[in-house]
């Protein structure tokens, strides 16, 4: 049986000593993304945000039952890093005794 995951809304942006400076903006590299923050906030879908996220003392990060109806909310995925089957000293392929692993690689 496959568990059930749970999602969150979270509304980010910069705090005031953000927009105090030359760009007034933070980016951050996430996935195969680049997400700027900036005085208008950016909606977030995800089970959990990444670390360098929630440690950014600069991001205002709060969660929502629901983002505005004009809004995109960009979903946020753990990526899975599935690794090639090994199989055991002495057996066959396709055994019961086939090894996989699978990572769950988060940024």
């Not at 980010?12 to 900036?38: C, M, N, P």
């Not at 089957?85 to 005794?97: L, R, W």
Request: net charge negative; no cysteine; aromatic share 6%.
């Amino acid at each position: 049986m496959k568990k059930k995951t749970t999602t969150t809304i979270f509304k980010v942006r910069v705090t005031g000593a953000v927009l105090e400076t030359v760009t007034a903006t933070r980016q951050y590299k996430i996935g195969d993304d680049v997400l700027t923050f900036g005085r208008d906030p950016i909606y977030l879908r995800a089970e959990k945000l990444p670390h360098k996220l929630t440690s950014d003392p600069y991001l205002r990060i709060d969660t929502v039952e629901t983002a505005p109806s004009d809004v995109v909310i960009i979903d946020l995925k753990a990526e899975r890093v599935q690794f090639e089957s090994t199989v055991a000293p002495g057996s066959e392929p396709g055994d019961s005794t086939d090894l996989k692993a699978e990572r769950v690689q988060e940024d």
